[in-house]
Nanobody
Framework: QVQLVESGGGLVQAGDSLRLSCAAS????????MGWFRQAPGKEREFVAT????????IYADSVKGRFTISRDNPKNTVYLQMNSLEPEDTAVYYC??????????????????WGQGTQVTVSS
């Protein structure tokens, strides 16, 4: 079992930056690939970014490529999402997720076994 707790959300203006953090506990962190997903009001949950267990592999959604960066600090059991040049369309609840195949980076939410409770990001225009 892996417990995930997100933090760092908030209300910002368009063009600002935020860094989300997700602290994991329960198992060896590097044994899990990590992902960020988001869900806006009235919309389905969508993939944002993912990173392999050793940090060597990443995938980004086209909508955030070049603006967001996913990273991880395995000794600290934490994954980050640095979000720059935020847009109102980035407004959503952001969720951290984990799955137990550390070499596999995937956008498919059904693969992820563990989820955090989410953190709200609101970008005003």
């Amino acid at each position: 079992q892996v417990q995930l707790v997100e933090s760092g959300g908030g209300l910002v203006q368009a063009g600002d930056s935020l860094r989300l953090s997700c602290a994991a506990s329960g198992r060896t962190f590097s044994n899990y690939a990590m992902g960020w997903f988001r869900q806006a009001p009235g919309k389905e949950r969508e993939f944002v970014a993912t990173i392999s267990g050793n940090g060597g592999g990443t995938i980004y959604a086209d909508s955030v490529k070049g603006r967001f960066t996913i990273s991880r600090d395995n000794p600290k059991n934490t994954v980050y999402l640095q979000m720059n040049s935020l847009e109102p369309e980035d407004t959503a609840v952001y969720y951290c997720a984990a799955h137990g195949a550390p070499r596999i980076v995937t956008m498919k939410s059904v693969v992820y076994q563990y989820w955090g409770q989410g953190t709200q990001v609101t970008v005003s225009s």
